[in-house]
């Protein structure tokens, strides 16, 4: 069931809320940059998200490479604690305009909820985020 949650980065400098269904599961993948990051990730439609805070903190990443295919993607992160609340991107066949929300900085889940919500891997590696990687653990 969707909620709203509320989140920020490490010194709260960025704060945002935004309607998730954490029942629809918070993805690892094994992509360069997912890996690097520990990234735990969970969607929302763009509209679904609104800065609240700390927009003139924000700075902002985009691989120069543009990897993931037909779309695109900004990471931002707090240019004070240098935490990732957040990435937004759009790919057509995904969810168009959406949000990745890092929820490890949602500030109003309990660690229950957490680990109740399914875990899906992504094979970000071989650009497959609809399947598993053949080895996971370590993410």
Avoid: Q
């Avoid at 969810?95 to 889940?109: E, K, W």
């Amino acid at each position: 069931m969707k909620r709203t949650y509320h989140g920020s980065c490490h010194c709260g400098a960025v704060r945002y809320k935004c309607l998730l269904d954490l029942d629809e599961g918070l993805r690892r993948c094994n992509c360069s940059f997912c890996r690097r990051t520990r990234m735990l990730k969970t969607f929302t439609k763009r509209e679904d998200f609104k800065l609240l805070s700390g927009e003139g903190r924000l700075l902002t990443y985009r691989a120069a490479d543009s990897s993931w295919p037909d779309g695109d993607v900004d990471h931002y992160f707090c240019g004070n604690c240098g935490v990732r609340s957040f990435s937004r991107g759009y790919h057509e066949t995904f969810m168009g305009h959406f949000y990745c929300i890092n929820a490890g900085t949602l500030d109003d889940v309990s660690e229950g909820d957490l680990s109740a919500a399914p875990v899906i891997y992504e094979n970000g590696m071989v650009d497959d985020y609809e399947n598993p990687p053949p080895h996971h653990a370590h993410l």
